[in-house]
């Protein structure tokens, strides 16, 4: 057995810059928050190689006297709190004294700085935890920290480092969040010597539409609430602004920014009946909140937070927005008498519930329904050949259907043939049975999610290059994923390049899915190995993953289908694992028997 020792000053501080320094991003999260610690009102950033090569932080602020800079790169030393009550109403973004400390250690640091009082400015440089004696240095009143090669002693954890353009973008976001926090200081960064950023102070909106874009501006509500010792403000948008990612969404406690379980449940239920379950909402809001109420010292990070009284916050944070997001959707129906109008009557796949007299009225009236049940099945064959998308022969195609296709004693498949479709949601069949109620959408996405598994697992799903490529505006970390994940993708169906430093480009995409749902369909894709990476989204969450391609390629509520349509999906129902459920777990489909229908009209009685 192993005796028990102390480990090297250095060893703690690598395996702290483990927890504190995961990428380049997280260590310039740290220096600006430092920055704004020392009263900066101007924060300038330059990076390399997405902040691997190099990481400065230039700020005006309050400086560091010389006989201080050796303490500032040591573990365990800071400014902002000397006891436990100073540590229970934490004030300042930063007050644990590591993050410094662990730079050193996995980095190259130079340290410059000049307080007010002060003839010249003082420099220090740290190697693997060794230290430099302070010298004169040439520097305006305030800090610059500079990193150089993040990780070059520790090749182990740099190779986990993503590529140039991920690690950028990362610290591109961390940007963002601190500049959104803070308006009122000016923020620029650099990223291989060209201007990425320039951004002089402002008032919270004119900083919110700098870098969320005039759009959102317009599309979101101001958020203004006072009770007791809490704040809560910002702008949180409309449902038509929703994203299909959580991009947009910034949340800051006490100018910190976090994610928080009890604040984004709260926010959840604000929107939930207001905006689609696989929508999220954009906001920038900002809980201002005594310090003693909550507990910062919870994450390495700092990025998660721990209220005192968590159902208090919840329910503040819940009514706010609900109150504010229902009388915006109010005054909207006001202002617009059309969303408020019912629709027409929808119409079943074969009548006419559309006719009008001279007066305008509606005259509905039964049109011609040649039910067709006895219809051949090469009409569907027809319909399954172009959803396969696949280039096979169609008479090996024919021959394969002809014995896939399950059939009763009669001869009329199990789910019987289709009738028509009522009010765009719903098909109805007719078997031996009686009636067949079929849920399409739900149907339809099972049979498509149940084709994306076999094929994946095949590794052959078929891809559809589109004639014309379908473009679409997209974030810094998007574009970095569709360069670093290229072969994910194509293992996908997926052929995605940029266009430009802010456009995306869908050049081929699955067969099985609609070309009109292109964009949605590579969003979805792309924040699925963005959030996850490609090894976990294409293994543990292979299954969400496809289901949420499947959704975009089902038919949609009110999509009218020929009878033909309505046949194939039936007859691919009869053929399909688990069609019996959607991928949510919901059915598909009820038979309602003649004997239940003979009930319900009390024949024979």
């Not at 009263?39 to 090569?53: D, M, P, S, W």
């Not at 800071?78 to 410094?100: H, Y």
């Not at 610290?171 to 959104?180: P, Q, V």
């Amino acid at each position: 057995m192993s005796a028990i020792r102390l480990l090297p000053d250095l060893l703690i501080n690598q395996i702290a810059a483990g927890e504190v320094i995961e990428r380049p991003a997280s260590a310039l999260k740290e220096l600006m928050e430092n920055s704004l610690d020392a009263g900066a009102t101007e924060i300038a950033v330059q990076l390399e190689g997405g902040g691997i090569k190099l990481l400065r932080v230039r700020d005006n602020g309050g400086g560091i006297a010389p006989d201080e800079l050796p303490f500032a790169l040591m573990r365990h030393a800071t400014s902002k709190i000397s006891s436990l009550d100073d540590l229970q109403r934490v004030g300042s973004m930063g007050f644990r004294g590591e993050a410094l400390a662990s730079m050193t250690a996995v980095a190259q640091v130079t340290l410059t700085s000049r307080t007010s009082e002060s003839a010249h400015a003082w420099q220090i440089q740290a190697v693997d935890g060794t230290q430099s004696d302070p010298a004169p240095a040439a520097h305006a009143h305030g800090t610059s920290m500079e990193l150089r090669e993040l990780y070059f002693n520790t090749p182990a954890r740099r190779k986990f480092l993503k590529s140039e353009a991920t690690e950028f973008a990362y610290c591109e976001e961390a940007f963002k969040r601190i500049a959104l926090s803070r308006p009122d200081v000016a923020f620029s960064l650099q990223h291989n010597n060209r201007m990425a950023w320039q951004l002089p102070a402002h008032s919270l909106q004119q900083r919110i539409a700098a870098l969320l874009g005039n759009e959102f501006g317009q599309a979101a509500v101001a958020v203004v609430r006072n009770a007791a010792n809490l704040s809560l403000q910002g702008l949180a948008a409309l449902p038509a602004y929703s994203r299909a990612t959580r991009d947009a969404q910034y949340f800051f406690v006490n100018g910190r920014f976090v994610r928080d379980k009890v604040l984004a449940h709260a926010l959840r239920q604000a929107y939930q009946d207001i905006l689609h379950h696989q929508r999220h909402p954009a906001f920038v809001l900002f809980l201002s909140i005594p310090p003693e109420q909550v507990d910062v010292n919870v994450h390495p990070a700092k990025s998660e937070v721990r209220f005192r009284e968590s159902q208090a916050i919840h329910q503040f944070v819940f009514h706010t927005l609900q109150q504010t997001l229902g009388a915006s959707v109010a005054e909207s129906d006001e202002t617009d008498l059309s969303f408020r109008r019912r629709p027409e009557p929808s119409a079943f796949n074969q009548l006419d519930f559309g006719l009008r007299g001279n007066d305008g009225a509606p005259r509905f009236q039964q049109q011609n329904m040649p039910l067709g049940i006895a219809q051949q099945e090469s009409t569907y064959r027809l319909w399954e050949a172009f959803s396969e998308g696949i280039n096979r022969e169609p008479e090996i195609r024919n021959q394969e259907t002809e014995s896939e296709q399950p059939e009763t004693v009669s001869g009329i498949p199990p789910l019987g043939y289709a009738l028509a479709q009522l009010s765009g949601i719903y098909i109805l069949a007719q078997n031996e049975q009686g009636l067949i109620v079929v849920d399409m959408h739900a149907a339809h996405e099972r049979i498509v999610y149940e084709k994306l598994k076999t094929a994946f697992d095949a590794q052959r799903i078929p891809t559809q290059p589109l004639l014309i490529p379908v473009s679409f505006a997209a974030d810094v970390l998007d574009i970095a994923t569709a360069e670093d994940e290229h072969a994910a993708l194509a293992q996908l169906g997926f052929d995605i390049a940029p266009l430009s430093p802010t456009t995306l480009a869908v050049r081929a995409m699955p067969a099985l899915l609609k070309q009109a749902h292109a964009e949605a369909a590579a969003r979805d894709a792309l924040h699925e190995l963005r959030e996850f990476g490609a090894t976990r989204a294409l293994t543990e969450r292979r299954n969400e993953l496809l289901a949420t391609l499947a959704c975009h390629a089902a038919v949609r509520a009110n999509q009218q289908l020929t009878l033909a349509e309505m046949n194939g999906i039936l007859r691919e129902m009869e053929c399909t694992e688990r069609s019996g459920q959607c991928n949510h777990g919901r059915p598909t489909w009820f038979q309602i028997t003649l004997d239940k229908l003979d009930a319900m009209f009390m024949r024979g009685k």
